[in-house]
């Protein structure tokens, strides 16, 4: 395996995918508070990020061309950086959910990771890693804080 083959596998630990199957993978054994957490966290990133990347478009330094569609336009945008968004708010989710130092002490350095190599992929600019991991922590707080009330709101179970 090359080191560019290793770069895109690492970066993918905040792709959409990853971030799925933590989140279904929770539903699936019972816990539905932190499924709730971060499924609502997933939504609520790619939420406010659509709004953002309709709103300030900012090319990707590798130069992707976007599209004629709002959807493909809105993939091309690099600000904010939906990888570092989505893997912090895991962060925080995860880490206030199992209170665990240990577990801060290794995905903390994951998330870091993930950003610096999405610059080294020339995905992003440093402004759309720290725009990113900034909405992923707000978000993420604001998860573990109201998900299970919205949720209730909902009429869904808990």
């Known amino acids: 395996m090359s080191w560019s083959e290793r ?4 970066s993918a630990f905040g792709g959409i995918p990853i971030g799925i199957f933590i989140a279904l993978f929770s539903l699936a054994v019972g816990n539905l508070t932190l499924f709730y957490q971060l499924g609502g966290a997933l939504a609520l990133n ?3 990020a659509a709004i953002i990347r309709t709103v300030k478009f900012e090319k990707r330094p590798d ?3 976007a599209g004629k569609s709002w959807l493909s336009k ?3 945008s690099s600000f904010p950086s939906l990888h570092a968004a989505r893997i912090f708010s895991f962060v925080i989710i995860l880490g206030i959910y199992f209170s665990s130092t240990y577990l801060y002490a290794l995905l903390i350095p994951t998330a870091v990771l993930v950003c610096y190599l999405r610059i080294c992929l020339k995905r992003h ?3 759309d ?3 990113g991991a900034t909405l992923g922590i707000l ?3 604001f998860a ?5 009330l919205i949720a209730q709101f909902l009429g869904l179970p808990v």
């Open 125 to 127: 600019y440093l402004q």
């Open 129 to 131: 890693i720290i725009a």
């Open 7 to 10: 770069i895109k596998d690492t």
């Open 74 to 76: 809105i993939d091309a």
């Open 139 to 141: 978000v993420g707080i």
């Open 63 to 65: 130069n992707t061309p």
């Open 46 to 48: 790619y939420g406010i």
């Open 144 to 148: 573990t804080k109201y998900a299970v």
